[in-house]
């Protein structure tokens, strides 16, 4: 096993996630990679890093080109995100997440165990890959946690789900709101067994401060925001 290790968001973890919206764990493993801290915990596959460096940096052009429109939006340079997410350099923190959420037994009540409680994630912007046919991720587009309109965001091939996230919504004085998100564990008449998915979160670097232009939120540098936030939903 290579263990996340404490402060690197990279490594394997297994139902490490405790959402404050419903304070169980989440019942799902992960192994993250974050290109700048990968040290020795690179699994021995083959082509296994090859692959997933080149996967992982696919996945960081995609999301610049996104965020780049986001950019304009907001009066900024078309590069201010490019800049703000730099890979060359040592306090890069965009992380590929590889995450399997387990299959669960059927005597378990569906409110006290969740594949992934209902959060919104921490960086600017999420590229989501999910299998066709594994169901379960739910969005509550623009509402507040207590809202019953989860609306499923169903699986199809080659379509990429993004999802805005607090650094953005933090930077743009809540013009762009984060997306409230859930995954569920498959209802009877659904594929049942394990889900897997592939998750980039475009997080800016350590050392660039988010700056809210109105003064919303106080200036904090992503690296002590993720900090911030990971410490509120680990075990």
Not at 134 to 146: F, K
Not at 205 to 229: C, F, M
């Amino acid at each position: 096993m290579l263990p996340l290790q404490p402060g690197t968001n990279s490594g394997w973890e297994y139902m490490a996630q405790v959402r404050p919206s419903t304070g169980v764990q989440d019942h799902k493993e992960s192994f993250q990679i974050t290109t700048s801290r990968m040290g020795n915990l690179w699994p021995e596959l083959k082509n296994f890093k090859t692959e997933m460096l080149s996967f992982e940096r696919s996945n960081w052009k995609l999301g610049m080109r996104v965020l780049s429109c986001f950019a304009s939006r907001l009066g900024f340079e078309n590069d201010f995100f490019t800049k703000a997410h730099d890979p060359h350099v040592n306090s890069y923190q965009s992380t590929l997440r590889l995450l399997h959420y387990m299959a669960i037994k059927k005597d378990k009540a569906p409110n006290t165990v969740w594949r992934a409680g209902p959060h919104t994630d921490f960086d600017c912007l999420t590229l989501l890959h999910q299998e066709p046919g594994q169901s379960g991720l739910q969005i509550c587009p623009g509402a507040e946690m207590s809202s019953l309109a989860w609306t499923d965001i169903e699986p199809s091939k080659g379509v990429i789900t993004c999802n805005i996230g607090d650094m953005l919504a933090r930077w743009s004085d809540n013009e762009l709101r984060s997306t409230l998100h859930r995954v569920v564990f498959p209802e009877d008449k659904e594929k049942q067994g394990s889900r897997f998915s592939i998750a980039f979160f475009c997080q800016a670097n350590t050392d660039i401060v988010i700056h809210s232009p109105k003064g919303t939120y106080e200036s904090i540098t992503a690296g002590d925001y993720l900090k911030q936030r990971v410490n509120a939903n680990a075990l």
